[in-house]
């Protein structure tokens, strides 16, 4: 298949495990959450319950930690008495829940643009599972998709919800009665999947080494019915790769989680990504700096934005980065940059 990244799972599983923290985009709890919400259950207290604060998904750039996500999964199970709940869940979500990312490839040309874009740019948003193309053995090509956790009933639920996202948009192109031939599930329930139009004719197989389903060759070329208006359309980058390293982590936090009250306490960080301070600290010491180095740095870079892209006076830059007088905030840029916040301001007015 000219043109599609065909790579294996040792490969990706291998890049999962030099990922320190595996973390996914706060914007798909608050869907999730929403979702959970209608269908009865008692979301605030399976937050609680799974370690997610509700007050973090207010900030949508927040990073939250994907086993925290299986756990508030697995609680829902418990709760709504289901082993499948992921296919509830995807058959009421589409592709613009999911942010850029969703957006973007909503508007692919073709299925099979939309199956490299979409195990391309997953990383976007979460760095603990992966998806990617390969050929099976009848010339068919398989999305698969795998997580850390691959076997736990809250990898399931959230395998279940991606593909069946995904049979949902191969299915514009591909007409109303289309199913995938295979879906292979890597867990184990203990009652088979329930019987449902959208998987009617689906061999369903379990205890597979990852999940899948398969989509004949003879669809990639297929055109979606919007194709035609996109070009018509600006149509968002799938976003930024997620962060894979603590140090990464934990600026994204900081620089995130920042509010009117200043920069947050290294508490509020740790606490966000479920380790005690003593954890954090070790961790960030472990790569030879500190959380206040982290913090300065961070002040610094958005120091930099607001002087070279807005019009705000130097004392309200101080003051909304926590300095509490203009003089102490000019004294710590000088000696990062090397020069007053004045002089850089008209630097890159001049520039």
């Not at 959970?36 to 604060?53: N, Q, T, Y």
């Not at 799938?238 to 009250?261: A, F, K, S």
């Not at 002040?299 to 007088?325: P, V, W």
Request: a neutral charge; aromatic letters at 6%; proline letters at 5%.
């Amino acid at each position: 298949m000219p043109g599609y990244c065909l790579i294996g799972e040792n490969t990706r599983m291998a890049s999962l495990e030099r990922t320190a923290i595996h973390m996914i985009r706060a914007p798909i709890i608050t869907h999730l959450a929403c979702r959970l919400e209608a269908m009865g259950a008692p979301v605030a207290s399976l937050l609680g319950r799974a370690g997610i604060s509700a007050e973090l998904l207010a900030f949508p750039d927040t990073l939250i930690p994907l086993a925290n996500t299986f756990k508030l999964l697995e609680l829902a199970c418990s709760s709504l008495g289901t082993e499948h709940l992921g296919i509830d869940l995807g058959l009421g979500s589409s592709l613009v829940d999911f942010g850029d990312y969703g957006k973007s490839l909503a508007g692919s040309l073709t299925v099979g643009a939309y199956m490299h874009a979409g195990t391309r740019h997953y990383r976007c948003l979460n760095s603990g599972e992966r998806l990617w193309l390969s050929r099976a053995g009848d010339g068919d090509i398989r999305i698969n998709m795998t997580s850390h956790e691959k076997h736990s009933l809250g990898a399931h639920q959230s395998h279940l919800c991606t593909l069946i996202v995904s049979i949902l948009t191969i299915r514009q192109a591909a007409g109303p009665d289309w199913c995938p031939s295979k879906l292979g599930l890597a867990y184990t329930p203990r009652e088979p999947v329930p019987a449902t139009e959208l998987l009617a004719r689906t061999h369903i197989e379990y205890g597979t080494q990852y999940s899948y389903i398969t989509v004949p060759s003879s669809l990639l070329q297929r055109v979606f019915p919007q194709a035609s208006r996109s070009q018509y359309v600006q149509i968002p980058g799938p976003g930024d790769p997620m962060p894979t390293d603590i140090l990464e982590i934990v600026t994204n936090q900081v620089e995130t989680l920042y509010t009117n009250r200043g920069t947050p306490h290294i508490d509020s960080v740790a606490e966000s990504l479920s380790m005690s301070r003593r954890t954090l600290q070790r961790e960030i010491a472990r790569r030879g700096t500190t959380y206040v180095d982290i913090v300065h740095h961070s002040r610094m870079r958005q120091a930099c934005e607001d002087l070279d892209g807005s019009d705000k006076t130097i004392t309200e830059i101080a003051f909304e980065l926590g300095y509490t007088d203009a003089s102490n905030f000019t004294r710590a840029f000088r000696r990062e940059i090397g020069i007053s916040p004045s002089a850089f301001r008209r630097q890159a007015l001049s520039a």
